[in-house]
């Protein structure tokens, strides 16, 4: 594998759960893009997100995105919002292959329902709010090079073998 592998999509995709498997399958190592940014700041992103701002989250984003790409092969994990963002698409394109996660509301939903670390679905209607920024998203998302989707019954493991298969 010369080029890094970036996963796209998103929140409850499984970015980070077949990115896991992936860079094991691959041998290479999985970078998940949150968690630099996380590590860097000492900070959970809700927190940054409320001390900060959004846009304080988005500038340190496409900076760690940067240092991924340029480094070593890897399975590279992104957050949700990232490939919204042009310098983030082109960087990814530059250096990358770009691998779009796709799963519809509900297996999104289900995935993401009890968990408080989405900044962005604290709103009063979550589920309206994710299938709003799912249908905002969803024809940048369709720029990636490649698109995987989930299906019933398919296992994280099966959902990376279907990524090695179209890579
Ligand atoms: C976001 C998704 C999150 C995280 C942040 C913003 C988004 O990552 O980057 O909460 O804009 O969709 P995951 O997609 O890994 O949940």
Redesign the pocket.
């Known amino acids: 594998m010369l080029r890094p592998v970036v996963l796209v999509g998103?929140?409850?995709?499984g970015?980070?759960a077949v990115g896991t498997v992936l860079a094991r399958m691959l041998g290479v190592p999985f970078r998940d893009s949150?968690d630099e940014i996380v590590r860097a700041a000492q900070m959970e992103?809700p927190e940054i997100f409320a001390r900060d701002g959004e846009a304080f989250?988005r500038a340190r984003?496409t900076e760690v995105l940067g240092r991924l790409m340029g480094a070593e092969p890897a399975v590279i994990?992104t957050?949700?919002?990232?490939f919204m963002n042009a310098t983030n698409r082109d960087l990814i394109a530059r250096h990358g292959v770009s691998v779009w996660l796709q799963a519809d509301v509900e297996v999104l939903w289900n995935r993401v329902r009890h968990k408080t670390?989405?900044?962005?679905l604290r709103t009063a209607d979550p589920k309206g709010t994710l299938a709003a920024?799912l249908a905002e998203r969803e024809p940048l998302y369709a720029l990636a090079d490649l698109e995987v989707g989930s299906a019933p019954g398919l296992t994280v493991e099966g959902m990376a073998q279907k990524v090695i298969a179209a890579l």
């Open positions: 998103m929140m409850g995709a970015k980070t949150d992103i989250f984003e994990s957050g949700g919002g990232a670390t989405r900044p962005l920024l």
